[in-house]
C-alpha cells in the first residue's frame, strides 16, 4: 500500500493487487478535499492582480493562461473556451454555460471580466477570467462567416451517412437484442426486424 499520493484530482491511496510484467492490476481509495471560501478568497484576490496587470497591458491573456491557470488544457492548447462538438473557438450562446453568458453580456469587445467563482463539469469550485475576444451579429448562416461551423456539420452528416450504411450491411448477420422498455422507441424501427426482443 502506497503512501498519500497527491495528484490533480485528489488525494489516493493505492494498493498494488497483482502485477504481471508491465502489467499492473491496483486499486485505490480517493478523497477529494472540498475548496474551502478562504481558498475562494484567495483566489479571487490573485485574479484580481492579475486582471489589472490585463488591462494595463504588461501581460496577455495566453501568456496569463499559462503562468496562472490550473486547467491543463488552457495551459497547453490555449485559453479559449472551445465547442464540445467541433472543438471551434467561436461559439453559440446554447453552446456556453448560462453563467458564462451572463457575464458575456456585462463585457465589451477586448474586455475581461471581474474575478468570478464558478463549479466545473466535474463539480469542482474555481475562480476564473473571462475575456470577450469577438462577438458576431445575429445573421443567417453563410459561408463566409460560418465556414467551420458548416464544415463540421457537413463532416457529422457524412459520418452518419457512412455509420449508416456500415450499420445497415451488419443488421443481417448480428444478434441485435432491443430491451422491452424501450421496444416502442420510433429511432429503433430499423432494428426491429432484425432483433429478438429480450424476455425479462
Avoid at 494498493?15 to 479571487?44: C, K, L, S, Y
Avoid at 450491411?169 to 420510433?186: E, F, L
Wanted: charged share 30%; hydrophobic share 35%.
Amino acid at each position: 500500500i502506497s503512501p498519500v499520493v497527491k495528484s490533480k484530482f485528489g488525494y489516493h491511496i493505492i494498493q498494488m493487487v497483482q502485477r504481471n510484467g508491465d502489467r499492473a492490476f491496483v486499486r485505490h481509495i480517493i478523497r477529494i478535499p472540498p475548496v474551502t471560501e478562504t481558498e475562494i478568497a484567495a483566489g479571487t484576490a490573485k485574479l484580481d492582480s492579475v486582471r489589472a496587470k490585463l488591462i494595463a497591458g504588461t501581460l496577455d491573456f495566453n501568456t496569463a493562461a499559462g503562468r496562472y491557470s490550473e486547467d491543463e488544457a488552457a495551459k497547453f492548447s490555449g485559453p479559449y473556451i472551445t465547442s464540445k462538438t467541433t472543438g471551434a473557438t467561436y461559439l453559440t450562446i446554447d453552446e456556453l454555460d448560462k453563467d458564462v453568458v451572463t457575464q458575456l453580456d456585462k463585457l465589451k469587445l477586448g474586455e475581461f471580466s471581474q474575478p468570478i467563482a464558478f463549479t466545473d463539469e466535474r463539480g469542482k469550485k474555481g475562480v476564473r477570467i473571462l475575456y470577450l475576444k469577438s462577438r458576431s451579429e445575429p445573421h443567417r448562416m453563410n459561408i463566409r462567416d460560418d465556414y467551420s461551423k458548416i464544415a463540421s456539420s457537413a463532416l457529422e452528416e457524412k459520418k452518419m451517412q457512412v455509420l449508416d450504411k456500415w450499420m445497415k450491411n451488419r443488421i443481417s448477420s448480428h444478434y441485435i437484442m432491443v430491451d422491452p422498455t424501450i421496444a416502442n422507441c420510433a429511432q429503433l424501427e430499423k432494428w426491429k426486424g432484425a432483433a429478438k426482443l429480450a424476455s425479462y
